[in-house]
C-alpha cells in the first residue's frame, strides 16, 4: 500500500485480507486515518522512518480448538449465548432444564449476522448506502464488524460439541459474489452440520441496477452453497429428521410459498413427530405485544409478521395453509425458532408453545437450543 493510492475502497480491502489470509500489513510511513485503519480491522505494532506495520485482528482463518482461545475469542467478539429450552411433550417443566437425562439434542442458532464485505456486484447510486451499512449498522457489543464476527464465530463454533447448527436467515447483508465466496470460507471451518434458512438479504441482489448480478444469479450461487458437515440445501423446505423430532426449516421465508414446498410440509406433518419450525420471518399467532411491537420498529404502519392482519407479509391460500399448519392447536410444532425483527420477544402461540424471535447475531447474540423429552 501506497501514499498514491489515496485509501483504496475499504471493504476490497478488507475483502482481499480475508480472501488472502493476511496476517500484517505494511505500508508507507504516512498517517493513515484511525477510522480507515479500524474498519480494515488492523492495529499498528512498529513503524520505522520509512514503513508502518499493522496486524490484522480477529483474522482467524483455521479452525482454532485450544479451549481458553476459543473462549478468548468468544469474549473479544461480544459472543452472548442464550438458553432455549423446548420439551418435544409439550410440559415445558421448568424442572427439566438442566437436566442431562431429559435432554435429547442441542442445537446453536444463528440469525440476522448481516456479513457484509465488499462492493462488486453492485452500481454507483448505492456506494453511499453501502458504505453507511458497513460502518455502522451491524456491530457486536465490544464494537466488532459483522464480517469480523463471522470469521470468529465460524473459527470456533465446533467447540460448542452441538448436534447441528440451525442458521435462521439475513447472514449476508446482499447478494455479490465476494460476499459469498468470503461466507462460504467460513462454512468450510465448520464441521458441525448445519440447516441454513435463506432470506431476503441472503439471496437478493438490492444494490445493482443495471442487471449485471441479478436475483437469479444469487440464487445459482445459494445452490452452490457447502459444508464439511453437509444438511446444507437450498430447498424451499427443509426437512432434518430424528428418530424423536423432526426440525424443518421454511427457506426464503420472506416470500410466498409454493405448491411442491407445501406437499413436503405436508409429508414432514405426516410423519405425526414433534416439529420445531425454523424460519426468518416471525408468525403471527395472535400475541398483540409481538403485533405491536413490529409495527412500532418497522414503519409505524405494518406488522413485520406474516399473517391477516395488518402485517408486511399477507400470505396468499398456499402460504396460508402452512402457516394454518403450524398454528393450529393440535399441530405437532412445539417451538417456533425466528429472528428478522432485529430484536428478542418471547411470544406465547398455545399452551407451552413458544415462538421465539431472536437477538440478531450482528450484535453478538447465538441462542443455545436443547431439545428435551
Avoid at 498517517?31 to 513503524?47: M, Q, R, V
Avoid at 480477529?58 to 449465548?81: M, R
Avoid at 444463528?110 to 452500481?123: E, I, K, Q, S
Wanted: with cysteine; net charge negative; proline share 2%.
Amino acid at each position: 500500500m501506497h501514499e498514491s493510492d489515496e485509501y483504496p475502497e475499504v471493504m476490497s480491502i478488507k475483502a482481499d485480507i480475508i480472501r488472502k489470509q493476511i496476517d500484517y500489513i505494511c505500508t508507507e510511513a504516512v498517517d493513515l486515518p484511525e477510522e480507515y485503519i479500524s474498519l480494515l480491522g488492523c492495529s499498528e505494532i512498529g513503524a520505522t522512518h520509512n514503513y508502518k506495520v499493522y496486524k490484522v485482528l480477529n483474522n482467524h482463518y483455521a479452525p482454532v480448538s485450544n479451549e481458553l482461545e476459543a473462549k478468548q475469542i468468544a469474549t473479544d467478539t461480544g459472543l452472548q449465548i442464550r438458553d432455549i429450552y423446548v420439551s418435544l411433550s409439550g410440559q415445558n417443566d421448568a424442572d427439566s432444564y438442566g437436566n442431562s437425562e431429559n435432554e435429547l439434542s442441542t442445537f446453536l442458532v444463528l440469525n440476522d449476522l448481516h456479513t457484509l464485505m465488499t462492493t462488486d456486484d453492485t452500481t454507483s447510486e448505492f456506494a453511499t448506502d453501502i458504505s453507511g451499512r458497513f460502518t455502522g449498522m451491524f456491530r457486536t457489543n465490544t464494537g466488532m464488524a459483522s464480517e469480523d464476527a463471522w470469521q470468529n464465530i465460524s473459527a470456533i463454533i465446533d467447540n460448542y460439541k452441538a448436534d447441528g447448527i440451525l442458521m435462521a436467515g439475513d447472514m449476508v447483508d446482499f447478494a455479490s459474489s465476494t460476499n459469498y465466496e468470503l461466507f462460504q470460507m467460513g462454512l468450510n471451518k465448520i464441521q458441525t452440520p448445519i440447516l441454513y434458512t435463506r432470506a431476503d438479504h441472503d439471496v437478493s441482489a438490492w444494490y445493482n441496477s443495471d442487471g449485471s448480478y441479478t436475483n437469479e444469479d444469487a440464487q445459482v450461487a445459494h445452490n452452490s452453497f457447502t459444508s464439511a458437515g453437509g444438511n446444507v440445501s437450498n430447498d424451499e423446505i427443509l426437512v432434518w429428521e430424528f428418530d424423536e423430532y423432526i426440525i424443518l426449516g421454511w427457506n426464503n421465508s420472506c416470500f410466498q410459498m409454493n405448491s411442491s414446498a407445501l406437499a413436503k410440509a405436508r409429508e414432514a406433518f405426516a410423519k405425526n413427530k414433534p416439529i420445531i419450525l425454523v424460519t426468518h420471518v416471525p408468525l403471527d399467532a395472535g400475541d398483540d405485544g409481538l403485533y405491536e411491537s413490529s409495527i412500532s420498529a418497522y414503519d409505524g404502519v405494518h406488522a413485520k409478521l406474516w399473517g391477516d392482519r395488518n402485517c408486511y407479509y399477507q400470505p396468499d391460500d398456499i402460504t396460508r395453509q402452512f402457516i394454518n399448519m403450524c398454528l393450529d392447536k393440535n399441530s405437532q410444532v412445539r417451538s417456533i425458532i425466528c429472528g428478522h425483527l432485529h430484536y428478542q420477544y418471547d411470544a406465547p402461540v398455545h399452551d407451552d408453545v413458544m415462538e421465539y424471535v431472536l437477538a440478531p447475531s450482528f450484535q453478538g447474540s447465538m441462542c443455545r437450543l436443547h431439545i428435551l423429552k
